[in-house]
């Protein structure tokens, strides 16, 4: 078992995936993160963010290394039984299914959940008391929603799993100001709720605002992992671009 993994939330250890037949684009990756944490994963375009995400998830099999959820190896799940290891992924696209209604949404995400601890009514009623934004109007399809409820909506199916960690990848892709606050003030309540959280995502100074820590990624590789207070007073453009602090 990987250092620190038994007391982490999420714990990862030389980590390498890439697609296909090309080389790494995570490249050895480490990182122990303690419960009930916000962790934001920031880095240039092209840094491999989200193929870092991706890989966690299940959807890209991991080359060398390990991942464990609560001190239990998930490396070699598919992605549906890391749902039942404790670990929830909201992709940035096609997150909902638009042509339905947000209650048919809520009720699709738990169809086929079987043998996770405290999935089930009560888990139900804590996660849309976290939403009253979406869970108002229980009839309208999502596709009406607006961006930043569609992904409230997609936290909310996501959480239904109970999960112990919550991957999100760029949640405010493409959302305008206000919605970017309501996201990020989304994940925060999330956070309140006992899950941690590993957010990915290119508004740095969004995620900044509510993040424990960060994880600074370039070319694959760690840059930096430190407290957001030591990162919001770094000069990004030189470490995302070849400095350390």
Do not use: W
């Not at 039942?84 to 738990?110: C, D, S, W």
């Amino acid at each position: 078992m990987m250092d620190g993994a038994a007391n982490s939330a999420l714990s990862v250890s030389g980590l390498r995936a890439g697609y296909g037949g090309g080389g790494d684009i995570i490249c050895g990756i480490d990182l122990d993160l303690a419960p009930e944490t916000i962790m934001a994963v920031i880095g240039p375009n092209g840094s491999g963010k989200s193929t870092f995400v991706k890989t966690i998830a299940g959807l890209l099999n991991t080359r060398a290394g390990e991942i464990s959820v609560t001190g239990k190896n998930i490396g070699n799940l598919s992605p549906a039984k890391r749902v039942a290891a404790g670990l929830a992924y909201v992709p940035q696209e096609a997150n909902i299914f638009r042509n339905l209604t947000i209650r048919e949404n809520l009720k699709l995400a738990t169809e086929f959940l079987r043998g996770r601890t405290g999935v089930g009514p009560a888990q139900e009623m804590q996660v849309l008391s976290m939403f009253p934004e979406i869970t108002r109007r229980p009839k309208t399809l999502a596709g009406n929603l607006s961006g930043g409820q569609r992904q409230m909506l997609a936290f909310a199916c996501a959480l239904l799993a109970n999960p112990e960690v919550l991957l999100l990848d760029e949640p405010t892709a493409g959302l305008s100001p206000k919605f970017v606050g309501e996201t990020m003030e989304a994940v925060a309540r999330v956070r309140e709720s006992g899950v941690t959280v590993l957010l990915v995502e290119q508004n740095v100074s969004a995620a900044l605002q509510i993040a424990d820590e960060v994880l600074v990624l370039v070319a694959g590789q760690k840059r930096l992992q430190a407290s957001a207070a030591e990162i919001s007073k770094a000069d990004l453009a030189a470490l995302f671009f070849g400095k350390a602090l």
